[in-house]
């Protein structure tokens, strides 16, 4: 056939024309025998070929489309005797059509080839839209608009066009390729009027009312920006305490909390992302109790985390079973004395019920605070993984574990350059914010945090063949966030012989002896990373998996079955996967009792209510060795655990050296956003919001 006759391009289903391209023909037949079974590398070529003869005598100098092939590759496989490669290629074929018809209900256009889970989360929360309120952004897009504002910074550092033309391109591939994201402000707003983009801010609540309610205005702009807030109440003097300008008496913390929350739901944050906070109370504070059990009738706080910030004292009068002072704020003077005990057996029991409260270990927090001159740490972020001072913000980031691994290895030069690449991002986000309050940008720049962390370890350790709930995943774990931190270690003062070092350097904990100067106060921080684990396409933070299958309520009237990528190419490749096994792990979440699975598998695949808690507790330790801010996990409980299993927890994440604790027994609160078994009508089957990654099913979680 002469050359002018044969194909060259192809019309794709949106009507774009592309030049046509065999490979992509030969590498799906590849798939298609290795989904089957058929490892055949010389039928797969052989077969492509006959496919393109096929197009090419079809469609002579014409202009195919891509359903055309389709349908020649499939008359192909059948003809050729591979029945079962040829269903499981028209499975696909299927399945794609289902994604690409649930992305035109959304209304956005793909061009990157997401799932359809992660495009409805971009629509909602990231892709910008017109006054109308029509999305105008693709996915792409959104990237190379983030890309090039972060990138632009380089120029104020001396970096020539050309430079800053290369390192934007990196800084998009990180996040078209889902090895990095940023976290949610930045993706919302980089190249926007907005321009506010760091995620978390402390604000400082002094005893006045001046103070209170200049705090609660500042508290209404950063929500507004995409920010969310921690706030110590511990200053604030304690309910019935005289006010000696008028006489009267004190309505406590806990009355200031309660304005905070419905200020904080009428915000709605442009819609886009709901308000989330953190309120910490010291443990010696008066008003303690009311605030252990504040969140115990439903409907209050619902925009708050909150936390006991407990002293070592305290736990050392739990531990010998002795009384300790609670102590006025206002005056330092001892109000009473109460059991320790009993103080944490009410914290146990709250938190066995609710989710409420967690802890913070205050004085390990300000044993380990970077800039110590600078005044102690009182308060974290929502989601506790960035301890801050007052003003202080952070920029966090998250490198994506599950894209580490090649050949069954973990590939520790990529690391490396992720890390590098991670930490420029950071550090260029922090230069280009619009920070939201002048006392903001002052904190920030003085000491320039940033929180590199990651997301994809349950998925990474499956890829690995090691089980969460072991001790080589505490090693692995351990070893990957120790190369990170020393890492960025390394890029923070590369930086700073560019950029200067962080200009409260001098005082703080790296200025010692021969030590290299750094541009960064902290560098590493474990998030949540909720929606952004969702555009990535893989598992949240350093969770377990929470499912291995289940139904995702994507949107009203479409829900769509998600199963693990990992679990279901194993099932293929060992032969026991069918559909009808897929819908019972759907019914269950967790393949721990289904007899079709084999025993290895079952081990591997272990969900967060399958794995003892501690397991829990030991992981996030591991991390938090290697962490210099803090490290935001949940420990998920069964429904039958009891207040003694939250007593241990809490205990063990004290004594392993975690910075703080929370815990989320599976049912303690009446919504959530996942659902196991026949709850709330969900027709026995897991089933998940469409913003749940995993961690906790009912938190106020941001990243």
Not at 114 to 127: D, E, Q, S
Not at 534 to 549: K, M, N, Q, Y
Not at 606 to 618: F, S
Not at 629 to 653: C, E, F, Q, R, S
Request: proline fraction near 4%; aromatic fraction near 6%; hydrophobic fraction near 40%.
């Amino acid at each position: 056939m002469s050359t002018a006759n044969k194909v060259t391009q192809i019309r794709k289903r949106d009507g774009r024309i592309e030049s046509f391209q065999p490979e992509k023909i030969s590498n799906a037949i590849s798939k298609a025998l290795k989904a089957t079974g058929t490892q055949n590398g010389e039928a797969a070529s052989k077969l492509a070929q006959e496919v393109i003869e096929l197009i090419n005598i079809r469609y002579p100098g014409q202009l195919p489309r891509v359903e055309d092939v389709q349908d020649i590759v499939e008359q192909v496989l059948m003809k050729a005797g591979y029945t079962e490669v040829a269903k499981a290629y028209i499975l696909y074929r299927q399945q794609r059509t289902i994604a690409r018809e649930a992305k035109r209900l959304i209304g956005v256009t793909d061009d990157l080839k997401l799932g359809v889970n992660a495009v409805n989360v971009l629509k909602h929360r990231y892709l910008q839209r017109d006054e109308k309120g029509n999305v105008v952004e693709t996915p792409s897009q959104l990237f190379r608009r983030v890309a090039h504002a972060v990138s632009a910074c380089d120029a104020l550092y001396g970096a020539t066009k050309e430079e800053v033309c290369r390192i934007e391109e990196e800084f998009y591939q990180l996040m078209a390729n889902r090895t990095f994201m940023p976290n949610s402000p930045t993706l919302m707003n980089a190249g926007t009027d907005i321009g506010q983009l760091a995620a978390c801010f402390v604000l400082p609540i002094e005893d006045s009312m001046e103070s209170i309610f200049e705090t609660l205005k500042h508290m209404a702009l950063i929500h507004k920006s995409g920010g969310g807030t921690g706030f110590s109440f511990s200053r604030i003097r304690p309910k019935g305490d005289l006010v000696k300008s008028t006489m009267g008496v004190a309505s406590g913390p806990v009355s200031f909390m309660g304005i905070y929350d419905q200020a904080t739901g009428i915000i709605k944050q442009g819609g886009r992302r709901r308000g989330a906070n953190m309120g910490i109370l010291r443990i010696d504070h008066p008003d303690i109790l009311e605030f252990i059990t504040s969140k115990s009738r439903t409907g209050t706080l619902e925009n708050f985390n909150i936390s006991v910030a407990v002293t070592d004292d305290f736990m050392q009068a739990v531990n010998k079973d002795e009384e300790y002072a609670l102590i006025n704020p206002r005056n330092k003077e001892i109000v009473r004395r109460l059991h320790a005990r009993e103080v944490f057996e009410l914290i146990t029991v709250s938190a066995w019920q609710t989710g409420d409260p967690g802890l913070m270990f205050l004085d390990r927090i300000n044993k380990r605070n970077p800039t110590p001159d600078l005044g102690e740490i009182e308060s974290t972020n929502p989601c506790g993984e960035v301890p801050l001072l007052p003003y202080e913000s952070c920029i966090l980031g998250s490198i994506n574990l599950a894209q580490i691994v090649a050949n069954g290895r973990i590939d520790w030069e990529k690391l490396k350059a992720l890390t590098h690449s991670g930490i420029h991002f950071l550090d260029n986000v922090i230069t280009a914010n619009v920070f939201p309050l002048p006392q903001i940008k002052a904190a920030t720049e003085q000491t320039r945090k940033v929180g590199l962390g990651v997301m994809g370890l349950a998925d990474m350790l499956v890829q690995l063949g090691v089980s969460y709930a072991s001790n080589e995943a505490l090693d692995i774990g351990e070893q990957v966030i120790g190369c990170i931190f020393e890492e960025a270690c390394k890029m923070s003062q590369i930086l700073a012989e560019k950029r200067g070092a962080f200009p409260t350097f001098i005082g703080s904990i790296w200025d010692r002896p021969g030590a290299l100067v750094m541009r960064n106060a902290t560098v590493t921080s474990i998030a949540p990373t909720g929606s952004i684990s969702i555009i990535a396409d893989t598992s949240s933070g350093i969770e377990p998996l929470f499912a291995v299958a289940f139904v995702r309520e994507v949107m009203e009237g479409v829900r769509l079955v998600e199963v693990n990528p990992y679990f279901e190419k194993i099932a293929k490749d060992r032969g026991f996967y069918s559909k009808e096994l897929m819908t019972e792990v759907a019914k269950r979440g967790s393949v721990q009792s289904i007899d079709a699975v084999p025993p290895d598998i079952r081990s591997l695949f272990v969900t967060a209510l399958d794995i003892d808690p501690e397991w829990h507790v030991k992981m996030q330790a591991a991390f938090q060795r290697h962490v210099d801010n803090a490290v935001a996990k949940t420990v998920n409980l069964p429904g039958d655990a009891t207040p003694t299993d939250v007593w241990k927890i809490y205990m063990l994440a004290y004594n392993l050296g975690c910075k703080g604790i929370t815990v989320y027994r599976y049912g303690s609160r009446p919504m959530q956003v996942l659902y196991i078994g026949n709850e709330q009508g969900k027709d026995n089957l897991v089933v998940a919001d469409s913003g749940y990654a995993g961690g906790c099913p009912a938190g106020v979680c941001t990243e």
